[in-house]
């Protein structure tokens, strides 16, 4: 290949358009608990997080809810991931070994969020969210009561979830999309010290804690009983006015090690004694390699 700025800018290109495709077909599961928000800004404030309007009987005045000061701040940040395409290799024809290198880099761009929503859900025994209390706790406050919503527990960590609503467990909060930038002229700095050229991936965005009353965590061992604990804790919380919020858990979140007790608690006609199995298609399952 004879090496110009005309075909370095062909070459980019399609290294462009490898990395959309891959981006686009690549699945994402996050999205499933978390609730995607546009930032515009620096950083985000969620100064709505734990209020919940019901609709009551009008008498009187109209009851307004107001927000509460919780003010829970998302703040962006920037990721990136970097490769070289070496000259030596263009000139030799040598170019279809980077095709697979720029596919993984739309494809982990794609699925970068995930460990970010992750690292938020393995964290949650220990992180605060909006009311200051770690996202799983045994006494959120609200109103008059303490409710909890983890199991404890010295196991390897699963979750239950409240997934199908418009509010989700966590936030993934984007500042600017991901996008394939090249440093590809043949009188760059780079280019001329060590005949290569430079392509990188960046996006700016950050994830949070959203509400804690749609997700239950536990590390106890993954059984009916500790199953049925999650599923009346989250179903029994209330909103300020002790009315009760309606939550029916709908995904059970766990590691691949635990995929078998998952689908003996969600899947299987049956338990172990033979007896019909009452857990029985109550929450979908997503066994979830991040969480390794």
């Known amino acids: 290949m004879i090496v110009n700025q005309e075909t370095i800018t062909a070459l980019s290109k399609s290294f462009r358009t490898l990395f959309l495709e891959a981006h686009t077909s690549t699945v994402s599961k996050y999205q499933k608990f978390s609730m995607v928000v546009s930032s515009s800004t620096r950083h985000n404030v969620y100064a709505w997080l734990g209020n919940f309007p019901m609709l009551q009987e009008w008498v009187g005045d109209r009851v307004i809810s107001a927000l509460k000061a919780h003010n829970f701040t998302i703040t962006n ?13 263009l000139e030799d024809d040598n170019v279809g070994v980077y095709g697979p290198l720029f596919e993984m880099l739309g494809r982990g ?49 699963w979750f239950l979830l409240c997934a199908d609503l418009p509010i989700k467990p966590l936030i993934f909060q984007i500042r600017r999309q991901p996008e394939l930038v090249s440093q590809d002229k043949p009188n760059d700095e780079h280019a001329f010290l060590r005949k290569k050229y430079r392509h990188g991936v960046d996006y700016r965005g950050n994830a949070g804690y959203g509400l804690w009353q749609l997700a239950y965590g536990s590390r106890q061992t993954l059984d009916a009983a500790a199953y049925a604990t999650a599923r009346a804790s989250i179903m029994s919380v209330h909103n300020d006015a002790g009315d009760p919020l309606n939550l029916i858990p709908d995904l059970l979140v766990v590691p691949p090690n635990l995929e078998a007790a998952g689908r003996k608690l969600l899947l299987a006609e049956y338990d172990s004694a033979g007896a019909t199995n009452v857990w029985n298609g109550t929450a979908d399952l997503l066994v979830w390699p991040c969480l390794s």
Do not use: M
């Not at 940040?77 to 290799?89: G, H, L, N, P, T």
């Open 109 to 157: 761009a794609k699925l970068h969020p995930e460990k970010l929503a992750a690292a938020l859900l393995k964290g949650g025994f220990d992180q605060p969210c909006y009311d200051g209390k770690s996202f799983f706790a045994t006494d959120h406050p609200i109103g008059d009561n303490a409710y909890s919503n983890t199991g404890g527990g010295s196991g390897e960590a």
């Open 77 to 89: 940040k920037s990721f990136q991931a970097a490769v070289e395409v070496d000259r030596d290799d």
